[in-house]
């Protein structure tokens, strides 16, 4: 459904600028772009450290996208990697080297030159860290090895091992790139926005911390996605973001005309909006659906029989149909049906309560006295925090709670501080059950959802908690590395859907819906746009004058 | 009088310094730490070997006591560390949030005791009968209202609907209308309850009897006679109530979207950002201490006897 809208805004982009109404497009049918004005941009929290590759939570990625260009640009509609600050590049047969050559005449908001120099020192630090100023590694960024300025314009990569995913790496928030000068700040100053000074469409003007945030296009930014429709410098003058973290207001604002854009719209509220001519956009994350998922060391769940009940008994439609609208479509397999290589999983998904009491006989839960399932006097007792950037993640659980009730399984949804949810959180005998999603437009974001070392969505051991038993599943591995290492994208596409079917057969995860982006916009904006998982991208976005 | 402000100063720092002790070690004893969560969240995806280096880089597994010490050598040379969730300098969080926090403080302040004086002032005033009544019930009203909720019905009403103020894009001085208004009437209600009850206590006294016999008017003698007696227990805990003010802006502040403590404390609290809690537990029992120094040396001003009691020529 997002695909159709945005496939119509671009035509309609592309028809008024060639001035060739082939398409009957929004913009074509307007006339010419309005430029000028400032955007107010209602954001529900403040972001955090502005480190790019800490752009992925979503407040900090709005802010990021804005004023940092990326290598490439994954064209939100195909997937493609298409050039942008690289205008070509080359790999090597087995993915360890790669080859960039960058566009000519693109500089940072400080002046200084975005030659190969400096992407060099900003891959060194994404791929190595930096310990003396406490740079994390980036999360994208796997077998890492160094980087060389072969000439001004040309950078080469280098890796240990086969690093499949690094070009789409390149794409992502968590690559954008920054100034020299901001690379020699420690850590704990990059949470100052007016610090990041990239090379995007959009400079930093000033800041309030945790209030608000002004954004002044760049009037010299020539250096767009090579393939947009729009080129130049960007469409509006600036961007004001004013941090309202009560939904109540942010949606009367928008109403009252106060504000342009809001983010974060509860499905409950998308009426209220779009009865008065706003307009709702929820474009996909394309990654990991929301979805629960088992840790297995728990000896509750470590029988394959008991996940594949619960997965049974619970109605993702039902969630669906009660706490979300059209916009969140009920999950078909771990990933998004808009993510690369998803395949449809759907016929083991189904919602089947007797063939779900019927399993957890056969593994020995009969049902006790409380209409709680019972074994060696033991209660079937779950447990989960409710994750906070998720949209309704507590109503989700309790949804899911009270459809395991009706098979004799109890699940204790807590809220709790962050610091006892991340200590519980690995430990799985504390928290055998999980909420889970995450957003990235790469076959790669399988492989760093479930391998051990990466974000261990499964707890096996080997991963960073040290309260794991002995849970770890070779097969499950194994197939991870070979989508990390496989070269053949075709071969790739074909890992990726065998894991989806692995992970189902298994039963540990029980997919419920795919996660999107929930804006609301004013009918006076157009062209608004966003990257592949669903940031919002200013650079395209005018504001019509009525 | 020095000698009895020296050995208050003293106090108040002793209090300063139990509570920056307590704090410390309380914030310690909660499970997990900013850099845990922070950095041990599956979204940043970081190995085990990463975390231990950042955690080394912190020096957050040292014995307490050796952070215990250094966390106080830092204060006591003004700098209050970093925090780790926001990655900016405690100071310049707290550059930016106190000083909104102590003008909307402030000010709300101030408009509660123009509502209170209002409020005493009318319940004694007033001739009808029903309208004293309704009066004088107008602190039970005030007290039950839930400031949340007061906060989004004025700005439904006064921003969205009418279109008399704006939240979004204020001026300086709009911007602080709906907030200070938010903030009086939960704080005006105890203060007019304590005072109307002073009122009617010192209204009791044979010495009004004996004013009014002389000829004073009803006004007179409430303003001469009586106020100046009835506003001592009010000061008090006015002083409780504006320490308060400074930490129960958080919901004033969440929904008016203002930058200030009291947001700063709630994000500091969801992320065990144990630098910024610790800067902010230390300056609200400053604001305490100060207040109350405050408050104590000027119940003399107001009643010469308590200054010959304490040994202050008043």
Known sequence: MFLAKNLGLLAGALASLASVAFVPGNAAAQGAVTKGGTLIYLEQQTHTNLYPPAGGFYPNGGVLNQITDKLTYQNPKTLEIEPWIAESWTVNADATEYTFKLRPGVTFSDGTPVDAAAVAKNFDIYGLGDKALKHPVSEVITNYKGSEVVDPLTVKFFFTKPSVGFLQGTSVIGSGL?????????????????????????????????????????????????????????????????????DSVRIGALLAGQAQIIRQVQAYDEKQVQSKGFVIYAPSTRGINNSVVFRPDNPLVSDIRVRQALLHAVNAKEIVATLFSANYPQAKSIIASTAQGYV?????????????????????????????????????????????????????????????????????????????????????????????????????VIRSQYYPT????????????????????????????????????????????????????????????????????????????????????????????? | ??????????????????????????????????????????????????????????????????????????????????????????SQQLQVNL?????????????????????????????????????????????????????????????????????????????????VLTLAIPISAPLSQILMRNIDEVLAQPFVAVAKAKGASHTWVLWRHVARNAVLPTLTIAGVLFGELLAGAVVTEAVYGLNGLGGLTNQAVGNHDTAVLQAIVVISALAFVSINLVVDLLYPVLDPRLGNKLGIAA
């Open chain 1, 178 to 246: 920054v100034s020299l000068k901001t690379l020699a700040l420690p850590f704990d100053a990059l949470g100052d926005a007016t610090k990041i000074i990239g090379s995007g469409p959009f400079v930093v003007k000033s800041e309030v911390l945790g209030r608000e945030l002004v954004m002044e296009a760049r009037k010299d930014y020539k250096w767009g996605p090579a393939k947009l429709a729009h080129q130049g410098r960007a469409n509006l003058d600036g961007i004001k973001y004013v941090v309202t973290p009560e």
């Open chain 2, 99 to 179: 000083p909104p926090t102590l003008q909307l403080a402030s000010l709300g302040f101030v408009a509660a005791i123009i509502l209170t004086i209002t409020i005493a002032a009318l319940s004694n005033v007033v001739g009808m009968a029903w309208l004293r009544t309704a009066i004088q019930s107008m602190p039970s009203l005030f007290i039950s209202v839930p400031v949340f909720w007061l906060g989004i019905m004025l700005i439904q009403v006064f921003s969205f609907q009418l279109g008399l103020v704006s939240v979004i894009s204020p001026g300086p001085v709009e911007r602080l209308i709906l907030p």
């Open chain 1, 454 to 546: 990466t974000r261990n969505v499964l707890m096996q051991k080997g991963g960073i908690s040290n309260k794991v038993q002995t849970f770890v599943d070779d097969k499950l591995n194994g197939l991870l590395e070979a989508i990390a290492a496989e070269t053949d994208p075709a071969k790739r596409i074909a890992l990726v859907g065998e894991v989806q079917a692995y992970v189902i057969d298994q039963g540990y995860t029980i997919p419920i819906f795919e996660e999107p982006q929930a804006f609301a916009a004013s009918p006076k904006v157009k062209d608004f746009a966003f990257e592949a998982v669903g940031r919002p991208a200013f650079y395209t976005v005018w504001l019509a004058p009525k």
């Open chain 2, 1 to 90: 009088m020095i000698r009895y402000l020296l050995s208050r100063v003293g106090q108040a720092l002793l209090v300063l310094m139990v509570t920056f002790s307590a704090a410390f070690l309380l914030l310690q004893a909660l499970p997990g730490d900013a850099i845990m969560i922070k950095f041990m969240s599956p979204d940043m995806g970081l190995s085990a070997d990463q975390i231990a280096e950042i955690r080394a880089a912190y020096g957050a597994d040292l014995p307490i006591w050796e952070r215990y010490f250094q966390t106080l050598a830092n204060f006591l040379t003004g700098n209050f560390g970093y925090s780790i969730q926001a990655g900016v300098p405690v």
């Open chain 1, 344 to 444: 449809d999983q759907s016929a083991k998904l189904t919602y089947d309560p007797a063939l779900a009491a019927k399993l957890l006989d056969e593994a020995g839960w009969t049902m006790g006295p409380k209409g709680l399932r019972q074994k060696d006097g033991k209660e079937l007792v779950l447990t989960a925090y409710e994750s906070l950037p998720q949209p309704q993640n507590k109503e989700t659980l309790q949804l899911v709670a009270q459809q395991w009730a009706k098979v004799g399984v109890k699940l204790n949804v807590l809220a709790g501080d962050a610091g006892s949810r991340i200590a519980d959180s690995l430990d799985p005998l504390k928290t055998p059950v999980a909420p889970a999603m995450v957003g990235r437009a790469d076959p790669d």
